[in-house]
């Protein structure tokens, strides 16, 4: 059974690593926008694993923590571990880092749209004039 459920999870990671999607291609009129009471179910007490693909290029791979505190937990292979909070606006999902050792701190919260495809994947759109999401969230668990 322990066999079984390695082999899921190995497929899974390839699957996420093998068919990520090219977010600059993402076209958000086949999204659905979420707001406040959604984004705050989507996202609290929840463990969210995904990708960045800032510009295009290479894909940097994250898991985030958000728990039901208002905390919240990063971690990728370039910012490393990172600690910080998050809040919900009306429309916008906003975080805002404390120091790490790769990164000082956000003076102010970064916030972002929330988008959502068949409301199991998350796409991130930038609040400032962006045309792509930045990062595409393909999976969560619940933390409790």
């Given at each position: 059974?322990?066999?079984?459920?390695?082999?899921?999870?190995?497929?899974?990671?390839?699957?996420?690593?093998?068919?990520?999607?090219?977010?600059?291609?993402?076209?958000?009129?086949?999204?659905?926008?979420?707001?406040?009471?959604?984004?705050?179910?989507?996202?609290?007490?929840?463990?969210?694993?995904?990708?960045?693909?800032?510009?295009?290029?290479?894909?940097?791979y994250?898991?985030?923590?958000?728990?039901?505190?208002?905390?919240?937990?990063?971690?990728?292979?370039?910012?490393?571990?990172?600690?910080?909070?998050?809040?919900?606006?009306?429309?916008?999902?906003?975080?805002?880092?404390?120091?790490?050792s790769?990164?000082?701190?956000?003076?102010?919260?970064?916030?972002?749209?929330?988008?959502?495809?068949?409301?199991?994947?998350?796409?991130?759109?930038?609040?400032?004039?962006?045309?792509?999401?930045?990062?595409?969230?393909?999976?969560?668990?619940?933390?409790?």
């Amino acid at each position: 059974m322990k066999n079984f459920f390695l082999l899921i999870f190995l497929s899974s990671i390839l699957c996420t690593v093998g068919f990520s999607e090219d977010l600059v291609k993402v076209d958000i009129k086949k999204l659905k926008k979420i707001y406040t009471s959604e984004i705050e179910s989507a996202f609290k007490d929840k463990r969210m694993t995904g990708y960045y693909d800032p510009d295009g290029g290479e894909k940097i791979y994250f898991t985030w923590i958000y728990d039901s505190n208002g905390d919240y937990f990063s971690e990728s292979e370039v910012t490393g571990k990172v600690s910080g909070e998050w809040k919900v606006g009306t429309d916008k999902l906003c975080f805002r880092h404390y120091e790490s050792s790769t990164a000082g701190a956000d003076e102010e919260f970064v916030c972002s749209f929330v988008y959502t495809k068949y409301d199991m994947v998350y796409y991130l759109f930038n609040t400032s004039l962006q045309n792509y999401p930045f990062a595409k969230i393909t999976s969560s668990a619940n933390l409790k």
